[in-house]
Every structure is written in C-alpha cells, then in structure tokens.
C-alpha cells in the first residue's frame, strides 16, 4: 500500500501537492468527480471563489489552490467547479500543511446549494400564489387551484425542514414517508433501496417488510431508468405481492443523486390521483431526498471514521509512552553499567589498599597511632560497602535483564526504591513503614521500581521543607495494595495528572511523563492507580494489583 492510499477511503475528492506545487496523488473520489489533472494550473482554472485578493498584476492570486499552497496557515474557502457539460459544483474547500505536502480536501456542498436554490424557488411559488389570491378572490375554482397548490408547496416546505432538521436516514425517510402519505391518502408506503434489478425495503410506514427483496415489471423498471414518477391502477404492489382485494393507485417516486439510482418511493392509495397536479411536487421532494440521503449516509461514515481516527491516535500515544519509556529505560541501563563500571574499578583499588592497612596497622608499636589509624581505616572500610551496596541497588533497580514477569518481595522492592533516594529525604523527610505481611507478587519488578520511583519522588518535590511520608502496603482479597501518603502541597487538577504532557513543576523541570507511563505500566499490571489530594494537605496514591 502506497502512503497515500488511505486517502482512498475517503468519500470526498483529496488532492495532494509537492512542494514543486506538483500533483502528487489524487484519490478515487476526486478522479471519480474530476478529470484526472496532471497539472495543478489547468485544474485550478476551473475552480473560483467569492474574494477580492490585494491589487496585483499576478492572475494565479485568483485562484483558491494558489491561495492555498501560498498560506502558512490552514486554509479554507467555498468553491465554485465548472463541468464539461458546464454544470456547476459547489465545494468546501480545506488546505492542510503535513511537511513538504499540501493536503486538499473537497467536500461536496451541491446539495446544499441546490436546496437553497428549491427554498428561494418555493418563495417565488408563494408570491405566485398570493397574487392569484389577490386576482381572483371572485373565482371560488382559482382559489381552490390556489389552496391545493399551497398544500402541495406546504408539503414541499415541511420535508425540507425535515431534511435540514436531521441526519439520520432512518429519520428522513419516516418524516416524508408521512408528509406524502398524507397527501395521496395512502394506506401503504414504503422506501426500497435499488439494487441492481432489484430493490430493498429498508423503511416502511407499517413496519412491515423490511429488508424484502421486490421486483417491478418491464415497463415500470424502465419508467424508473428514466427518472419518471409514475401513476398506475394495478392489483398487485410488485411482482413478489399478494394481490389486492380490489383495483388501488401505485404511485413509484425514483430517487436520484447525481444521476445514480437510489432507491424508489411506492405509495398506495384508493382515491383517484391526477399525477399532473403533483408531478413537479413530486420531482423536487425525489431531488432533495435524493441529496438527504446522500448527505446522511456520508456524515455517518465520517463520523465512523473520526472515532476509528480518535481510536487510533489513543493507540499510537499508548505506543509512542511505551517506546519513550523503553528508550529511557534502555537509556538509564547503560548509563548504570558505565557508572557501575567506573565506580568499581577505583573501588577495587581502594578495598586492597584497605585490606594491606589492616595487615600493616599490626606492625605498628605505637599504641595511640595505632588505634587512631584502625579507626580511620574502619571508616574506609564502611565507606566502601556503601558504595558497593550503592552499586548493586542501582543494578537491581534498572534489572534491564528481567523482561519476564517473575515473583518479587514488593516490600523490599520499596526499600530498595528508598534506598536510591536516601540523599533527597535524609535529615528533612521522615519515612514511615508500614509494611504487611506480604506473599511474592507475580510482576515486572524494575516496572514497579519506576512507578515508586516517580511517585516518592513527586510526594519528596511536594513537600518543600520538612514532612512525612508514609508508606503502607497489604495484601487482600488476592489483590496487592500499596499506599504512598504524604504531607505536601497536595495537586491543584488531580483529575489532569496521568495525562500524558501534564506537569506541575516548572520550565525545564517536569516532563509530565512519569504519571503517564507509571499509570500504562499499572495497566500492564492489570491494576488500578488513584490519588487523593487536598491543597495544603498533601496527597495519597493508592496503588492495586491483582495476583494471578
């Protein structure tokens, strides 16, 4: 698949141009609706827009593409496009920038515009008709023709106002299914979707055969090819019906959208219809459901599209904190085992030099040099198992080598967490232990070892001078929970904090990606995170985990 093909599941025409302001690609759609343009000159001739652009001697200023392509911002304009059989097209047009390409959308807009053009129309019918009014108020026949065609313009207006009032097919269809009923009197009616040969009832009145599969003669099929609405006496409603009783009227309304079959309206009736009287009625209720129904099915699937487009982004940020926090793992790895590594070499030195001390400080007949010297050389000695344990608190806390889940003590995971940001509470924080009696958890242990990390060190940045923090873990109802309570500053938009970017630290300080990923790996967990926060109160994280 080409990186552009998505495109071509789009149902409005995309036009994408190079930075030469060459035509890249162009979807199905578009070279469905227009020529198939190689060059972005000859197709933006035959486009034109409502603007009056600066005085210039340049012509391409005219033109909404160029617009377009010259604006470093996104661009938008209702357009205008001239057909070889010098129809008109209405398009809103929409420029977006991605990198070196133009991305240009063309959403069609005909409909509305030709709905506006039948409103402005009725307008004219009921000036018409005001004026018959006014001219013959002595001939009781004119005003009947006058009320009749007010019915007929009323009908007109109200499936109008249905359409621009919903979107739902369902809903349209229903709406004019009764407005048309009560015009003819029809005891039966129904929408069939066409289907090659055959139609498809898929919204009746009667809520009766739906979905069944209905078939016309020779004659009608080709009244329907034709677009003509048809006025018949007849037994039978179509070819699969049980007959009727006795003789009724079928009248069969095609619906088109750019000349493309749709569907077929049937209505049944028992009075006596002359088709001439409604016929343009008739007409203009096909063309505009015609367009209705286009417009609803369109707006349906784009609005599947933005949520498969709003899943999609959710799951590419899920991807992109995982592929941050695995670099940055990876990252700190590398970083241990260097440190690791240059801190034992030195370490090695010193702890020999250490060991030949103990042995030379035997030799020495001085009693109080000796003494002084045996508890220097303690203190060295005590210096060097602290870095050492130092070292290996580092390597277990990156465990870069335990992908795998695995049983851990999470209390002592803690305490090695503690251990590691010793130097931040020492002397200003005091830590209060509360530890249960907890069996191994199942886990990922250097995951769980980021999530202490992240939230004792936001508890240690919140509380600005001295406090406390408590830590409480238990084991129950086969869950682990571990709670983290401190007397800090407490969280102003506690319910914004796993977002991913949110930070309430300062410039330069917060990343805002520490909540975030430690809440992605506690759904790894098949946990759950949550916090408690009061202003000047502090704040409590309670985390829960399910033993498998």
Do not use: W
């Not at 995951?447 to 940045?461: D, E, G, S, Y």
Request: positive net charge; contains cysteine.
């Amino acid at each position: 698949m080409g990186k552009f093909d998505l495109f071509n599941k789009f149902t409005m025409p995309v036009l994408i141009i190079g930075e030469n302001r060459e035509i890249v690609y162009t979807n199905n759609a578009f070279k469905r609706i227009f020529k198939d343009y190689g060059n972005i000159k000859k197709f933006s001739h035959k486009l034109d827009c409502d603007f009056v652009p600066l005085e210039t001697d340049s012509a391409s200023v005219y033109s909404p593409i160029f617009q377009a392509l010259n604006s470093n911002e996104d661009f938008t304009a209702y357009v205008k496009y001239q057909t070889l059989s010098n129809e008109y097209l209405y398009f809103n047009m929409t420029s977006t920038k991605r990198g070196n390409y133009t991305i240009i959308t063309l959403v069609d807009v005909t409909a509305d515009v030709k709905l506006q053009s039948a409103l402005k129309q009725n307008q004219t019918y009921k000036i018409r008709i005001d004026f018959l009014e006014d001219e013959n108020k002595s001939s009781s026949k004119l005003q009947l023709l006058a009320q009749n065609q007010a019915i007929k313009l009323l009908l007109l207006n109200n499936i109008s106002n249905i359409i621009r009032s919903s979107i739902d097919t369902s809903v349209i269809l229903e709406l004019a299914l009764k407005e048309l009923s009560g015009l003819f009197g029809a005891f039966r009616a129904y929408y069939a979707e066409a289907h090659d040969s055959k139609f498809v009832v898929k919204e009746s009145l009667s809520k009766k055969g739906i979905n069944n599969v209905i078939s016309f003669d020779k004659r009608v099929n080709e009244s329907i090819k034709e677009g003509k609405v048809s006025c018949i006496t007849c037994r039978k409603e179509y070819n699969e019906a049980e007959p009727f009783k006795e003789n009724v009227q079928r009248i069969i309304l095609p619906v088109y959208h750019l000349n493309n079959l749709i569907g077929v309206i049937v209505l049944s009736t028992k009075q006596k219809i002359k088709l001439e009287d409604t016929l343009k009625v008739l007409e203009d209720v096909s063309s505009q459901l015609g367009n209705a129904i286009i417009q609803a099915e369109l707006y349906k699937k784009n609005e599947q599209m933005v949520k498969d487009l709003k899943k999609a982004l959710k799951e590419l940020k899920a991807t992109q904190l995982q592929l941050i926090n695995s670099a940055k793992m990876a990252s700190l790895g590398q970083l241990v085992a260097g440190v690791a590594h240059e801190i034992n070499t030195p370490l090695a030195a010193i702890k020999s030099n250490n060991e030949i001390n103990t042995k030379l400080l035997r030799q020495i007949d001085d009693k109080e040099l000796s003494e002084l010297l045996e508890e220097t050389n303690k203190i060295d000695k005590e210096a060097i198992e602290r870095i050492n344990l130092l070292v290996v608190s580092l390597r277990k806390y990156v465990r870069l080598d335990e992908a795998e889940l695995q049983e851990a003590d999470i209390n002592q995971e803690i305490d090695l967490t503690l251990e590691l940001l010793r130097h931040e509470t020492k002397n200003r924080i005091d830590i209060v232990k509360n530890y249960g009696k907890l069996p191994p958890v199942k886990c990922y242990p250097n995951m769980l070892n980021q999530v202490f990390t992240n939230i004792l060190q936001n508890a240690i940045h919140a509380i600005k001078e001295k406090g406390t923090i408590s830590i409480d873990t238990n084991f129950k109802n086969k869950s682990l929970i571990v709670k983290i309570k401190d007397t800090g500053c407490g969280i102003k938009e506690p319910n914004k904090i796993f977002d991913l970017g949110y930070t309430t630290k300062g410039v330069g300080v917060g990343t805002g990606l520490g909540l975030a990923i430690s809440q992605k790996i506690i759904e790894k967990h098949k946990g759950k995170i949550d916090v408690k926060t009061k202003i000047n109160h502090g704040s409590e994280f309670s985390i829960t985990i399910p033993s498998e």
